[in-house]
């Protein structure tokens, strides 16, 4: 549910208001976006759509509940928590120390959260 919220909040922010959330992302841990590089309102937009289609994808499995979808969908999460980890992990000179370690908390745990909806759910223990 958690990453319903998430995609749905960053997603419409990053699509209908491209250049607040360009300025202001993510608001309370400070502003991140902003601090590197200049304004590209097709990047910030196809950011908001790649998060909104992983929310719909995460709705879908609240109706479709099934192992096989689960696995997909934290494949998808968790490959993308990865890739923009490990962006940003190499680009951090143009942050302050507190905001870097803030971003990387802050996507280390969304990409673990991704890579954990992709592992089946164990049912007891197997024995031999």
Not at 18 to 30: I, M
Not at 97 to 105: T, Y
Request: proline share 4%; no cysteine; net charge negative.
């Amino acid at each position: 549910m958690g990453t319903i919220i998430v995609a749905v909040a960053v997603g419409i922010w990053a699509y209908v208001l491209p250049r607040e959330f360009y300025d202001h992302f993510p608001s309370l841990l400070g502003e991140w976006i902003s601090q590197d590089g200049p304004f590209n309102e097709h990047l910030i937009r196809d950011h908001g759509a790649q998060y909104l289609a992983l929310g719909a994808g995460s709705i879908a499995a609240l109706f479709w509940r099934s192992q096989p979808l689960y696995r997909v969908l934290g494949i998808a999460w968790g490959s993308f928590g990865v890739l923009h980890f490990a962006y940003h992990a190499t680009h951090l000179g143009h942050m302050t120390a507190q905001d870097a370690v803030a971003q990387l908390i802050v996507l280390a745990v969304a990409a673990l959260l991704g890579i954990a909806i992709a592992i089946p759910e164990r049912h007891g223990t197997s024995r031999n």
